[in-house]
């Protein structure tokens, strides 16, 4: 299937030939003219599924290769792709929250819906890294656990990573109460720029600004991060929202080192 499609992309990462990347839009152009909405994860029957990652894949130029991810349960889990011979239908049944590769022709990815996705690169070493980081991962430091996890097993250092912080809820519609905001008040005692008061002794709580403070103590550089600034919840007809629709579809986010 041919398909006209408005991906997102970090010019960042676009500078390096070895990597292809890309962040799916809401909707798609079949070849019949049709306007689509990508279906993954099942929300419909799995055929469809197959389909639509499928036509993502190749609209970016990745042909004839599964999509590698893992079963997400908003905690701190990080997954090492490092077995050439393991398939995609195993990955996907392993519950974690971030996939780490050296493998090229591995397309790996995350699905979001609110949820910041978090893309990684270390051009020195060619390890790519894919990181779902919602409210509840962003509290137990998964960004962080990432890049420690990629110097352990890598030896990835922290200074020399590229960052992408991809669509994401704003600090402009997260609205939650005080028990949600609490935990990062102890991560970050002394800063204020990542929420803000709300109605009723509620907050509007900013998922990116809390994960440029744990990349900056991961030991990324500021000036290695790079975020779209993109709220899904205000981008009704191009991305996907779970606070602003409920039972919705994914959006997903996916690297690859070319073989």
Same mark, same amino acid.
């Given at each position: 299937?041919?398909?006209?499609?408005?991906?997102?992309?970090?010019?960042?990462?676009?500078?390096? =030939?070895?990597?292809?990347?890309?962040?799916?839009?809401?909707?798609?152009?079949?070849?019949?003219?049709?306007?689509?909405?990508?279906?993954?994860?099942?929300?419909?029957?799995?055929?469809?599924?197959?389909?639509?990652?499928? $036509?993502?894949?190749?609209?970016?130029?990745?042909?004839?290769?599964?999509?590698?991810?893992?079963?997400?349960?908003?905690?701190?889990?990080?997954?090492?792709?490092?077995?050439?011979?393991?398939?995609?239908?195993?990955?996907?049944?392993?519950?974690?929250?971030?996939?780490?590769?050296?493998?090229?022709?591995?397309?790996?990815?995350?699905?979001?819906?609110?949820?910041? =996705?978090?893309?990684?690169?270390?051009?020195?070493?060619?390890?790519?890294?894919? $990181?779902?980081?919602?409210?509840?991962?962003?509290?137990?430091?998964?960004?962080?656990? $990432?890049?420690?996890?990629?110097?352990?097993?890598?030896?990835?250092? =922290?200074?020399?990573?590229?960052?992408?912080?991809?669509?994401?809820?704003?600090?402009?519609?997260?609205?939650?109460?005080?028990?949600?905001?609490?935990?990062?008040?102890?991560?970050? =005692?002394?800063?204020?720029?990542?929420?803000?008061?709300?109605?009723?002794?509620?907050?509007?709580?900013?998922?990116?600004?809390?994960?440029?403070?744990?990349?900056?103590?991961?030991?990324?550089?500021?000036?290695?991060?790079?975020?779209?600034?993109?709220?899904?919840?205000?981008?009704?007809?191009?991305?996907?929202?779970?606070?602003?629709?409920?039972?919705?579809?994914?959006?997903?986010?996916?690297?690859?080192?070319?073989?």
């Amino acid at each position: 299937m041919n398909a006209s499609l408005e991906k997102l992309k970090f010019n960042q990462f676009d500078k390096f =030939p070895e990597l292809v990347h890309a962040i799916s839009p809401r909707c798609f152009e079949n070849d019949q003219g049709e306007i689509k909405n990508f279906s993954f994860l099942g929300d419909d029957n799995f055929g469809k599924t197959k389909d639509h990652l499928k $036509v993502f894949l190749e609209s970016i130029g990745i042909t004839n290769r599964s999509l590698f991810f893992v079963n997400q349960v908003h905690g701190d889990k990080i997954f090492v792709l490092s077995d050439a011979s393991l398939a995609s239908s195993e990955t996907m049944k392993i519950s974690a929250d971030a996939l780490v590769t050296h493998l090229s022709g591995k397309p790996i990815g995350v699905f979001t819906a609110d949820c910041l =996705p978090i893309l990684i690169y270390d051009p020195r070493l060619k390890v790519i890294a894919v $990181v779902h980081a919602g409210r509840k991962g962003s509290e137990q430091s998964i960004l962080f656990k $990432v890049v420690r996890e990629m110097g352990r097993v890598y030896g990835s250092r =922290p200074e020399g990573l590229i960052t992408g912080f991809g669509p994401a809820i704003g600090g402009c519609c997260y609205e939650v109460r005080e028990d949600c905001v609490r935990p990062f008040r102890k991560m970050f =005692p002394d800063e204020t720029g990542w929420f803000r008061d709300g109605l009723s002794g509620k907050y509007f709580l900013d998922l990116i600004a809390v994960n440029k403070m744990e990349g900056k103590k991961a030991g990324l550089l500021q000036e290695n991060i790079f975020s779209m600034d993109y709220c899904t919840c205000c981008s009704a007809r191009k991305m996907y929202s779970y606070r602003r629709e409920g039972r919705t579809g994914r959006i997903l986010s996916t690297i690859m080192l070319r073989p």
